[in-house]
Every structure is written in structure tokens, then in C-alpha cells.
């Protein structure tokens, strides 16, 4: 079983400019998360879709940070304009469901973003 | 308050010792509690989840969960070099029906040879 890919596994961008970020999760698995890790912290989530509906998105800044799941299946993570701190690696993890309070996550191999 | 407190470390132990991690949550709501071990520059993967007290084993590995204490615990017997890495606690938080992953800022372990 193919795990959680996600592209590109590193990017350098300066403050002010925009990017995205690109996640495929194991097939069949309904729920795909978004986590932001600064160094030296755990992982912290940014956005919950069950399918291609959005569960949960409240610590994700709204004013810079974007995120979308068509089709149920991939999604895309977008940051314009980046800043300074937005410096992080990004996590994407998905799992079969989300209702049953035990399922385990799969992460993906992360992106390494380094705002300049 | 955090809601998953770690000591962040790092905690040395020589090889062959019991490593001993610890980890507190602040929500007596959480049902499910599972342990990552992140290596330097690596995602999370999972070791082992523990979702009623007492204690859980597999392998070298013990989850210990005291909910009247809202406490949870890794040992890693027999440590061995390649356990080096940091250990991430994680609660499960329902919300709106569906499970929410809050981490610990996650321990680093070094063991020593």
C-alpha cells in the first residue's frame, strides 16, 4: 500500500511571495490533515477534511493560508504572502475515518519551507 | 495550559537502559492517547496507542495511561541507539463529531552507546 506523498519536499521563497503545497493521501482514506511543525515543536493542525468537506480549520490563519480537497481525494495547501514565520515543515496525514476517535494518521514525508 | 505537555529534554539514557518518557493532558475529555517517534528530519510515525488505563505492551515498548491522574507514559526497555529520536505524546479531542490530534512538544531522547 502506497503511503501519503506529498510534493515539493523542500522550498525556498521570500517573504511576500506565495506557494503551494500538494498532498495525496493512502487511497481510501476519507479524512486528510494539514499540520504546520516549527523546529523544536509538535506538529500543530491547520486543517481537517472529511472527504472534501471541511471538519475543522480553526487554527488555520484564514487571512494568508488556504486549502482545498476536490474530489475527496487530493489537496492542495497554499500560503500568499508568506512571512518570516511561516517557516516550517509542513505535514500532510490521512486516515480512514475520523468518527471513531481511533484511527490512527499517517504522515507524509513533509515539506520543508524556508521563508527568506 | 497546554493542552499535551512533554518535557521537551533531551533525556539521555545508556544502552540497554530503561528510557522513561512522560507526558500530561489537560483535557479530561480525551479518550485516546498515542505515542510518535519523529527522527531528525522525518515525519511522525506511530509506536503505539493506549486507550484505557493500565498498561499496554508491545515488544520493548509500555504505554501507561492514568486517566484519574491525566497522565501518560512510553518506557522503551533494552534502548538501543537507533531509539534515539524524539517522541512526540499526542490526545485525541473530538470536535464536531470528528477526531482532532493535539501533540506535546515532543522529548528528545539520546541514548548512548
Known amino acids: 500500500e502506497a503511503g501519503v506523498a506529498q510534493s515539493p519536499r523542500y522550498k525556498i521563497i521570500e517573504k511576500r511571495q506565495s506557494v503551494a503545497f500538494w498532498c495525496n493521501p493512502i487511497s481510501g482514506h476519507a479524512t486528510l490533515y494539514w499540520y504546520q511543525q516549527i523546529l523544536g515543536q509538535g506538529p500543530k493542525l491547520l486543517i481537517q477534511f472529511q472527504n472534501n468537506g471541511v471538519v475543522d480549520d480553526s487554527q488555520l490563519p484564514k487571512d494568508r493560508f488556504s486549502a482545498e480537497r476536490l474530489k475527496g481525494v487530493d489537496s492542495t495547501l497554499k500560503i500568499q504572502p508568506a512571512k518570516l514565520e511561516d517557516s516550517a515543515v509542513y505535514l500532510c496525514?490521512?486516515?480512514?475515518?475520523?468518527?471513531?476517535?481511533?484511527?490512527?494518521?499517517?504522515f507524509g514525508p513533509g515539506t520543508r519551507l524556508l521563508v527568506l | 495550559q497546554k493542552e499535551v505537555e512533554q518535557n521537551s529534554g533531551p533525556l539521555s539514557v545508556p544502552e540497554g537502559a530503561i528510557a522513561s518518557l512522560n507526558c500530561t493532558y489537560s483535557d479530561r475529555g480525551s479518550q485516546s492517547f498515542f505515542w510518535y517517534r519523529q527522527y531528525s528530519g522525518k515525519s511522525p510515525e506511530l509506536i503505539m496507542f493506549?486507550?484505557?488505563?493500565g498498561d499496554k505492551e508491545d515488544g520493548r515498548f509500555t504505554a501507561q495511561l492514568n486517566k484519574a491522574s491525566q497522565y501518560v507514559s512510553l518506557l522503551i526497555r533494552d534502548s538501543q541507539p537507533s531509539d534515539s529520536a524524539t517522541y512526540l505524546c499526542?490526545?485525541?479531542?473530538?470536535?464536531?463529531?470528528?477526531?482532532?490530534?493535539?501533540f506535546g512538544q515532543g522529548t528528545r531522547l539520546t541514548i548512548n552507546p
Open positions: 493506549i486507550y484505557s488505563n
Open positions: 499526542a490526545a485525541i479531542r473530538r470536535v464536531q463529531g470528528a477526531q482532532k490530534l493535539v
Open positions: 496525514a490521512s486516515s480512514r475515518l475520523a468518527g471513531g476517535g481511533r484511527e490512527t494518521q499517517y
